[in-house]
C-alpha cells in the first residue's frame, strides 16, 4: 500500500539482542511515541531510526506486537482527531459552510477562492500524513513482516490510511451539522468543475490530487476495485449532477440556437468532458461520463434536432456539409443504424424527387401558345410541333434534374456521412422510390431520351474520359429503374432512329454504352441490340457487294442512281415505332416510286435473292433518305449576266417521291394533296409531315403552297418554286417532328400494351422453368420464385401472375393437385 516502497531485506540489529534480558514495554512505547510526535511536527533530523528500528524490533521480538500494533493505531486515532482535523476544520469558512449546493458565496470568484483554499488544506494535509506514515512504517518495517502478516491484520501502512478516511473525512463539518467532510469534498469539486463548464478557470492539478486521494482509499474494509471512495462517494454524483446539466442545457439550446451550432455545442460537451477525466478526474470515468453526454445532448434529442426548422432538410437545401457532418456523427454515437438521420434523409430526397417529377409533368403539360399574328386554325401544326418539343426538353430537364440530385446527395455521403455504406443504401433506396413512383411512369423513356440526346450530339467535342462520364450518369439512372424491359423497349426505338438516319455521332461510343449495360443489365438485354450494329454492318456489305455487281453489269450510266441499303431483321428492329403514328396506314400497300428508283429497287432485290433464299424483303420507304440535286431557273446576277441556281438537296425518302413527281409535269402545274397521294400512294400522316417539310418551312420552301398556311389540307396545291433561293449550296431538308419525341398519351398505352404482352411470355417462361426444375410447388411458392427470377428485368403484379399460370394450365403444361391444403400445382411433361 505504500506508494514507491520496494521490497527490502530486514537486518537483524548488531548487537545481541537475544540475551534473554526483559524490556520496558512501557519505556520504549514512550521512546517510539515521541519519536512520532517529531515526525509528524516535522521535526525528525535529529531522531536515529536504526535506534526506533531496534526498539521496534524488540517489542515484536518478545511477543508484544499486538500491543505495539493496537499503541501505533491509538496514536494515529488520537494525532487526526486532536490536530488535523482542527487544521481542516478551520478552513471551514462561513460562506463554505453556508450552502452546501452553491457552496455559499455570493459571487462565482468568491466560491472559487473558497474552494480552492479548502482543496488545498486537504491536500496538505492527506500529503503529510502519507509521508508520515511512510517514515513511521520504515521504524516498523519488522512488525508489518511478523506480526502484520502473522495475525492477518493490515499494515500499519494501510491501516493509518483508513484511519484517515475514517477520522478526517467522514468526521463532520462542524458538531452541529450532519454533514461530512467527505460529502463537502464532492460538492466543492462538482462546483469547480461546473465553473469549468461555465468557462471559468480552475485549478486541475489541485482537484487531481483529491480525486487521487478518493481513489486511494476504499469504502469498506474489502477493499474491492469498485469500492473505491471515489467510485462510491464521487462518481456517481458527478455522473447525477452532470445528467441534471445537460438535459437542462439541451433544452435551452433546442431553444435558442440552431441544429447547427447545437451540434457544434453536443460536439466540443463530449470532448471537454473526456480532456476533464484526462486532466482532473480519472480516465475510467470517460466513458460513463460520455454515455451521459451522448443520452441527455443526442440520443433523448435527436429526434427534435433532426426535425428542426435549421435542420437536416435546411442543412442539404443549403449544402451545411460541415453541420450534416456533425449531426451524422452525432448520431452514430447513439445509433448504429444512424436511423433518424436515415429517415430524414429518404425523406428529402423524396420530397425533392417528387418535386423534380411534378416539374417535369407540369412542363410537359404546358400549353403552347400560338403567336398572335395567325388567324384561325393556322398555328394548330406548330403548336403541336411546338408542344412535342417542349415535352422532349422537359424529359432531358428532368434527367438532368435527377442527375443533379444524385450528385448533390453523393457530395454529401462523401463528404458529411464518411461513405458510409448503410446510408448508401438508404439512398438508392429513396432515389428507386421516387424513379419509380406510380405518379411518374415516364421515367424509364426520359432517361432513353436523355441517352439519344448526348448519343445525338451531347457528346461532340468531348473527351473519351468526359464521354465515359456522361455513359455512367445513365447507367446509374438505369439501376434505379424497376421497369428495365420498358427501358430497353423505348431504347431500342430510339437507338433504331439515330442507326437508320445516321443521327450518331459515333458507333464506337454506342457499342460502348451497349458494353457497360451488359455488365450491368446481363446478355439477355443486350442481345437485340448487338444484334441491330450486325445488320448494320451485314447492310455495309451488301451495299458494297450491289455497287460491285452492277459494276460488273458493263459500262456506267453517268445517270445510274447510287443505291444505299440497310436490311434488318424484323424480329430485332422495333420497326412499329418507325411509321407515321397510324397503325392502319402502316399495313397499306407500299409507296409508288418513279420508275428509276423502281428499276433499281428491283435490281436490290433481285440481286439479294440471288445470296438469300427464302426471305422476302419489305420496303420501309418512310425510313430512307435521298440525296438530289436540283437545278432552278436563270436569274440575273449583279454583273447582268443570268446564272442558273444549283443545290445539292437532302431529304427524306418521301420527299424525293414527292419532288421527282414534278418532272413528269410542265413548268407551274399545281398539283393537289390529293392527286399527289393518288400518284405515290403515300400514307397520309407522312405525306403531310413531308409537304410540311418541303411547302411550309421557312428555310427549305422547294414548293409552293396554296392557301400560304401551316396546315395541310386536302384541297391545297402544290408547284415548283422556281423562285427559291437557298443561302447555301448543301440543304437538308428535315422531317416535321421526325426526331425521337416524349409519346403522347395514346402511344404511350400503345408501348405498354406490348410491354404487358412482352412480359405475359416472359412470366410464363419463367413460370415454366421453375416448374421444370421444382415438379411441384405451392402457389405461394410459385409466385415468389418467379418475382425472384424476374425482379432484374421489372416487378411484375401477382394477378398478372396468376393470369399466365391459369393459362398455362389451359395449354396443359401445368395442373392443379387435387385434395391438398394449400394450392399447389404440378408440371406436365
Not at 514512550?30 to 531510526?49: D, M, P, V
Not at 438508392?428 to 424513379?435: C, E, P, V
Not at 428509276?596 to 432485290?605: L, N, S, T, V
Amino acid at each position: 500500500m505504500i506508494a514507491g516502497r520496494g521490497r527490502q531485506r530486514i537486518k537483524p540489529p548488531r548487537r545481541g539482542l537475544h540475551g534473554g534480558t526483559d524490556i520496558d514495554f512501557e519505556d520504549t512505547w514512550g521512546t517510539i511515541a515521541s519519536a512520532f510526535r517529531e515526525i509528524h511536527t516535522k521535526n525528525a533530523s535529529r531522531l536515529s531510526y536504526e535506534e526506533l528500528y531496534r526498539h521496534a524490533y524488540k517489542i515484536v521480538l518478545k511477543k508484544k506486537g499486538d500491543e505495539l500494533y493496537k499503541r501505533v493505531s491509538e496514536f494515529e486515532h488520537d494525532w487526526l482527531r486532536n490536530e488535523v482535523r482542527g487544521s481542516i476544520q478551520a478552513l471551514f469558512s462561513p460562506s463554505l459552510l453556508a450552502n452546501t449546493q452553491s457552496l455559499g458565496g455570493k459571487t462565482t470568484n468568491e466560491r472559487r477562492v473558497a474552494g480552492e483554499k479548502f482543496l488545498k488544506g486537504l491536500k496538505q494535509a492527506w500529503g503529510d500524513h502519507q509521508v508520515c506514515m511512510s517514515m513511521l512504517a520504515d521504524v516498523l518495517m519488522y512488525m508489518d513482516r511478523v506480526y502484520c502478516q502473522d495475525q492477518r491484520v493490515p499494515s500499519i501502512y494501510t491501516a493509518a490510511m483508513v484511519l484517515f478516511r475514517d477520522d478526517i473525512l467522514n468526521s463532520p463539518t462542524s458538531d452541529d451539522d450532519g454533514r461530512v467532510v467527505l460529502g463537502l469534498l464532492n460538492h466543492v469539486i462538482l462546483n469547480q468543475i461546473q465553473m469549468e463548464r461555465d468557462g471559468e478557470v480552475i485549478d486541475k492539478h489541485l482537484i487531481k490530487s483529491c480525486v487521487y486521494m478518493l481513489e486511494s482509499l476504499y469504502d469498506d474494509e474489502m477493499e474491492a476495485e469498485e469500492q473505491r471512495l471515489y467510485t462510491m462517494s464521487f462518481e456517481q454524483a458527478y455522473l447525477d449532477t452532470s445528467r441534471d446539466f445537460y438535459r437542462k442545457e439541451a433544452e435551452d439550446q433546442l431553444r435558442e440556437s440552431d441544429a447547427g451550432s447545437y451540434c457544434r455545442k453536443a460536439r466540443r460537451r463530449i470532448y471537454e468532458e473526456e480532456e476533464r477525466c484526462k486532466s482532473t478526474l480519472l480516465e475510467s470515468t470517460a466513458p460513463k461520463i460520455q454515455k451521459v453526454v451522448e443520452d441527455e445532448l443526442i440520443k433523448s434529442r435527436i429526434r427534435e434536432l433532426v426535425d428542426m426548422d435549421s435542420g437536416v432538410r435546411f442543412m442539404i437545401d443549403n449544402d451545411r456539409l460541415d453541420e450534416l457532418n456533425l449531426i451524422f456523427d452525432l448520431n452514430a454515437r447513439v445509433d448504429d443504424k444512424k436511423a433518424e438521420l436515415t429517415r430524414a434523409l429518404q425523406k428529402r430526397i423524396v420530397d425533392m424527387g417528387t418535386d423534380i417529377n411534378d416539374a417535369a409533368i407540369t412542363a410537359s403539360q404546358a400549353p403552347a401558345a400560338a403567336p398572335a399574328s395567325e388567324a384561325g386554325d393556322k398555328g394548330k401544326a406548330p403548336v403541336q410541333e411546338k408542344s412535342q418539343n417542349q415535352q422532349t426538353v422537359a424529359a432531358i430537364k428532368w434527367v438532368e434534374d435527377v442527375l443533379q440530385l444524385k450528385d448533390k446527395f453523393d457530395t454529401i455521403w462523401k463528404v458529411s456521412f464518411d461513405e458510409d455504406q448503410p446510408l448508401q443504401t438508404a439512398l438508392t433506396r429513396s432515389f428507386a422510390d421516387f424513379i419509380n413512383s406510380t405518379t411518374f411512369p415516364r421515367s424509364s423513356e426520359y432517361i432513353s431520351l436523355f441517352i439519344d440526346e448526348n448519343m445525338k450530339k451531347g457528346i461532340k467535342g468531348k473527351t473519351e474520359t468526359e464521354v465515359d462520364l456522361v455513359l455512367d450518369k445513365a447507367i446509374i439512372l438505369l439501376r434505379y429503374i424497376q421497369d428495365k424491359d420498358l427501358f430497353e423497349r423505348y431504347y431500342k426505338k430510339h437507338l433504331c432512329r439515330r442507326l437508320l438516319m445516321n443521327k450518331s455521332i459515333s458507333n464506337d461510343v454506342e457499342k460502348h454504352m451497349i458494353s457497360k449495360m451488359k455488365i450491368e443489365l446481363g446478355n439477355n438485354f443486350t442481345t437485340k441490340l448487338e444484334s441491330m450494329f450486325k445488320d448494320m454492318t451485314i447492310s455495309e456489305e451488301l451495299t458494297a457487294g450491289f455497287k460491285k455487281h452492277v459494276a460488273g453489269l458493263g459500262e456506267k450510266d453517268p445517270k445510274r442512281i447510287e443505291l444505299a441499303i440497310s436490311v434488318l431483321t424484323s424480329m430485332t428492329w422495333p420497326l412499329e415505332t418507325m411509321g407515321s403514328g397510324d397503325e392502319e396506314e402502316s399495313k397499306r400497300q407500299q409507296c409508288n416510286f418513279p420508275p428509276a428508283i423502281d428499276r433499281i429497287k428491283r435490281g436490290f432485290e433481285k440481286f439479294y435473292n440471288e445470296k438469300h433464299s427464302g426471305r422476302k424483303l419489305t420496303w420501309l420507304a418512310h425510313m430512307g433518305s435521298a440525296d438530289l440535286k436540283a437545278t432552278f431557273p436563270k436569274v440575273p446576277q449583279k454583273d447582268g449576266t443570268f446564272k442558273e441556281r444549283r443545290h445539292d438537296l437532302n431529304v427524306p425518302t418521301y420527299s424525293m417521291v414527292i419532288l421527282l413527281l414534278f418532272n413528269e409535269v410542265p413548268a407551274g402545274t399545281r398539283l393537289t394533296f390529293e392527286e399527289i397521294q393518288a400518284e405515290t400512294n403515300i400514307p397520309h400522316n407522312d405525306l403531310v409531315r413531308n409537304l410540311q417539310s418541303l411547302a411550309v418551312a421557312p428555310k427549305t420552301r422547294i414548293l409552293v403552297k396554296e392557301p400560304m398556311t401551316k396546315d395541310v389540307k386536302a384541297t391545297d396545291r402544290f408547284s415548283f418554286n422556281e423562285g427559291f433561293q437557298g443561302k447555301t449550296i448543301k440543304i437538308k431538308v428535315g422531317l416535321v417532328a421526325a426526331g425521337n419525341k416524349v409519346e403522347n398519351d395514346r402511344e404511350r398505352r400503345e408501348t405498354e400494351k406490348k410491354n404487358d404482352d412482352s412480359r405475359a411470355f416472359c412470366i410464363e417462361a419463367a413460370v415454366v422453368r421453375i416448374m421444370k426444375q421444382r415438379k411441384e410447388l405451392s402457389h405461394q411458392q410459385l409466385v415468389i420464385e418467379t418475382l425472384n427470377q424476374l425482379v432484374a428485368q421489372f416487378k411484375p403484379e401477382v394477378p398478372m401472375i396468376k393470369k399466365r399460370i391459369e393459362s398455362l394450365i389451359e395449354r396443359e403444361y401445368l395442373e392443379r393437385i387435387e385434395d391438398t391444403k394449400v394450392d399447389s400445382y404440378r408440371y406436365l411433361a
